[in-house]
């Protein structure tokens, strides 16, 4: 069992920056590779960006690529979410997600969840 925690949203103007954090219990993290999604309203869940195991491996959705930065500590057992230069359009509830089998850009195969964390980009 993983139990996920993020933390860091909030409002920032367009162009801002805001640094998620997800925390993860346990003392498996890194057998996990790990993801992040987001919610906006009235919207399906979308990827963001997913890192591997050993952080070694990296991809993003086109929509945040050259914007947001997926890192990972495993000795803190915590992923985290650089959003850079952000747009309204990157207002949602991020999630964290945990995945034992490898990076995917699909929420199919991530079996644990946090409870997300807000974040409000205003023009």
């Known amino acids: 069992q993983v139990q996920l925690i993020e933390s860091g949203g909030g409002l920032v103007q367009a162009g801002g920056s805001l640094r998620l954090s997800c925390a993860a219990s346990?003392?498996?993290?890194?057998?996990?590779?790990m993801g992040w999604f987001r919610q906006a309203p009235g919207k399906e869940r979308e990827f963001v960006a997913t890192i591997s195991r050993n952080g070694g491996i990296t991809s993003y959705a086109d929509s945040v690529k050259g914007r947001f930065t997926i890192s990972r500590d495993n000795a803190k057992n915590t992923v985290y979410l650089q959003m850079n230069s952000l747009k309204p359009e990157d207002t949602a509830v991020y999630y964290c997600?945990?995945?034992?089998?490898?990076?995917?850009?699909?929420?199919?195969?991530?079996?644990?969840w946090g409870q997300g964390t807000q974040v409000t980009v205003s023009s």
């Open positions: 997600a945990a995945n034992p089998s490898r990076t995917s850009g699909s929420p199919v195969g991530y079996d644990y």
């Open positions: 346990g003392r498996t993290f890194s057998s996990y590779a």
